[in-house]
């Protein structure tokens, strides 16, 4: 397992910009597919954005366009910046890695979460 600490959450009006982060530790970061998932409240968590082991990218329709993910090998890190931000992507973000993003649900590492807040 990996330990995962999101960090960069916090409340923004309509339009603007976060970047999240997410710190990893305990195993080799560099093999693990890393993702960013979203659970608003009284909803299901959802699916945001991934990113393989050599930076190929992958995008909910929901916000493609809008947030891009990207890593740092060397730091053990993944980003979500997150531009023209909406209320509706007012969320708790978790971090989450596994060997694929179909196993993340089953049997990956997750993070803490970190909450976004998007005033309109």
């Known amino acids: 397992q990996v330990q995962l600490v999101e960090s960069g959450g916090g409340l923004v009006q309509a339009g603007g910009s976060l970047r999240l982060s997410c710190a990893a530790s305990?195993?080799?970061?560099?093999?693990?597919?890393m993702g960013w998932f979203r659970q608003a409240p009284g909803k299901e968590r959802e699916f945001v954005a991934g990113v393989g082991s050599r930076g190929s990218t992958v995008y909910a329709d929901s916000v493609k366009g809008r947030f891009t993910i990207s890593r740092d090998n060397a730091k053990d890190t993944v980003y979500l910046q997150m531009n023209s931000l909406k209320p509706e992507d007012t969320a708790v973000y978790y971090c989450?890695?596994?060997?694929?993003?179909?196993?993340?649900?089953?049997?990956?590492?997750w993070g803490q979460g970190t909450q976004v807040t998007v005033s309109s």
């Open positions: 989450a890695a596994a060997a694929s993003i179909a196993l993340m649900s089953a049997s990956g590492s």
């Open positions: 305990g195993r080799t970061f560099s093999y693990y597919v």
